[in-house]
């Protein structure tokens, strides 16, 4: 048996001995001398090589390699002699040009006869078409991934032109902030002029964040500016909007909006609103007033609107009114406390001494000292002076 297993016949009777064992042994194993003759190679290293008994005889161990691989496997060689054993990754030549990806494991011996050198190859090839597999999936992932945060910049670029600027009339101006928890979200505002005379502003807030949000929310934008531009009354576009999300939108998604318009002289607005935090009227020295939405959630239910629901509102010289979504009254501080609507009422309170075009900010920063850590919700906030 052990003359027909050794490729060298000067095998050392220990070599010879062991060779049944390896034998057995599912990873390919060779034995060779100092001088890297092969002197033993089992079954499992010839089906793994593609050579004979015959062939290898041939061959000193590193003779399979090319000068390249030669190079790395000496200092390979000289790490195991130092230390006795060694494992590394690698290949192993195949016949006809092929190489194999293996785990080499090599452990010097040294006794009477000489020093030789153990190797065990463990064949990873199905290890290595995983990872490159992996590879691949992964760069194919990145890619799509590039793609679909190319797409996210260009929708936050296209819902960042739907924030409507700050506005100055004569007698009136609108200061505006919008800040999305993501790089899209799901408020919205707009403020328009009917002929130059009146002047509607909406804030609407739509449920989640993110792309589902975003979408629709320009999508709500669109139908809102429609009605809006035609004049079309509070509680008939509240209507309207609430009859688009539940038949053609679905999918459980709803909205929340305040929206006022102010008459041509600014003696008065229109003002209504639906399940949204209210608007306030803030005048220097008083308490803001509170403006209540009277319809409830849009998208959720048929009878959603009041269709008395809005109010008409007299207007002073030097009123501010502050319109926001819950992005400013629904967060907590360090206790877990809610700002809540009372919150922001006195903080609207104390901005309120201040002047109009230091208001917004001041309001702003009197939230964000509230707020424990960063935002978790859209912001919005308008703040319109009647001068």
Known sequence: MASRESIAPEMPEWVAQMASVLEALNEGVIIAREGQSILFANSSFLQMT?????????????????????????????????AGHHRYAFVLPQKGGGRLPVIISSR???????????????????????EEALRASNASLQHRQSEIEEDLRLAA????????????????????????VHSIGGDFALVNTLDDEDVSVLVCDVSGHGIGSA???????????????????????????????????????????????????RSSMIYAGAGHPP??????????????????????????????????????????????????????NAQGQMLGTHGVQEIVRKASDLPAEKMKQAILDGV????????????????????
Do not use: C
């Open 108 to 130: 010097a011996i040294k006794n009477a006869s000489g020093d030789f050198g153990i190797v065990t190859f463990t064949d990873i090839s199905d290890q290595v078409r995983a």
């Open 50 to 82: 593609g050579f004979s008994r015959n062939e290898l005889a041939k061959f000193g161990a590193l003779d399979f390699f090319s000068p390249e691989e030669r190079s790395f496997l000496k200092q390979q060689i000289e790490v195991s002699v130092r």
């Open 157 to 180: 670029r296209v819902q960042k032109s739907l924030a409507p600027r700050s506005h100055v009339w004569n007698d009136l101006s609108v200061d505006v902030f919008y800040h999305p």
């Open 368 to 387: 964000n000292a509230w707020r424990e850590g960063p935002p978790t919700d859209d912001v919005s906030l308008m703040l319109v002076h009647v001068r």
């Open 215 to 265: 979408l629709v929310a320009n999508r709500i934008y669109s139908e809102t500016t429609t009605h809006v531009r035609s004049g079309m009354p509070w509680v008939e576009m509240f209507g309207e909007l609430n009859r688009f999300l539940m038949e053609d939108i679905g999918s459980g998604m709803y909205i929340t909006a305040e929206a006022l318009r102010i008459r041509a002289g």
């Open 279 to 332: 608007a306030m009227i803030a005048r220097r020295g008083q308490a803001p007033i509170l403006l209540e939405s009277q319809s409830t959630i849009l998208g959720t239910l048929p009878d959603a609107v009041d269709m008395s629901g809005s109010m008409e509102v007299e207007l002073r010289p030097d009123d501010r009114i502050v319109l926001y979504t819950d992005g400013i009254s629904e967060v907590f």
